[in-house]
């Protein structure tokens, strides 16, 4: 969650610390001391507070190391290999992300608030900078989508991800985008095939920018399960047999789109 108020979390420290049962915390722009003094574990991403529950749950022994640190290093390759196929010229340097929701946006906010400059956003959250437009990016930028400003008279893009479909073809075939970043939600209550609303606006994208001689990297995260009724396993081939490259979170998606874009810019 985002972090509580201070009183509040005071008060849930506390019960931490006589609880007798182990507590995984994520808290999107917490502070990691108070969390590790209170007595629980910490993680930095919503995928790594995943992986300490199982573990703990399982009874396996817990090393905790630098998390995001070992993802880069897993990710590196495959952000070099995605930044040779970008355009030579330079041009193509910025990442555009577009999310349908907050909590995703300012995860990856947090993943990349200090390691991309000039970091925009539509929404106040860590240190990126204030978009004057929240309909035209600038620079490297993460949009939430579910905004207010763009789902009046409109569903959420979580029920209706179609919204997403101009935005993606704006950013998507936008000459100086380098990756595009986007996310999927998977679940009760959403729609029943969100990758079917704008599986042809990827398809135009990949199109356009072919035509134009420019290759640009789309990288996703699809958030559900097994279980879920929009079938999880037929949802990310779709994506990848338009070449997207589906990662196991919107955490990893998010540090592999900020590795292809340094990548690129050490390549010029």
Known sequence: ???????????????????????????????????????????????EAAKLAVALVRGEAVEQGDFTATLCRE???????????????GEQKYLRGLFCGGTHREEAVLLLQDFLPDLYSNLRFGKVRMLENRHIS???????????????????????????????????????????LFDVLLG????????????DTLQEIRNKNTEAGRYVSMVASVCGTDLDPQNYAQQKKRLEDLGVLVLESNGRAA??????????????
């Not at 540090?255 to 010029?268: H, S, T």
């Open 1 to 47: 969650s985002k972090p509580p108020h201070p009183d509040t979390m005071a008060k849930m420290f506390e019960a931490v610390k006589v609880l007798g049962k182990p507590c995984v915390i994520f808290f999107l722009g917490g502070a990691p001391e108070q969390i590790r003094e209170s007595g629980a574990w910490y993680a930095s991403t919503l995928e």
């Open 75 to 89: 990710l590196e390759p495959v952000a070099k290999r995605e930044a040779a196929l970008l355009d030579k010229s």
């Open 138 to 180: 600038v620079k490297n930028c993460l949009v939430d989508m579910g905004d207010e400003e763009f789902t009046v008279g409109r569903p959420h893009p979580v029920m209706d991800p179609s919204i997403l479909k101009e935005r993606l073809l704006q950013e998507g075939t936008d000459p100086e985008t380098a990756v595009l």
């Open 188 to 199: 009760y209550g959403v729609h029943e095939d969100p990758v079917g609303t704008f599986v």
């Open 255 to 268: 540090l592999l789109a900020g590795l292809i874009v340094k990548e690129a810019a050490g390549n010029e």
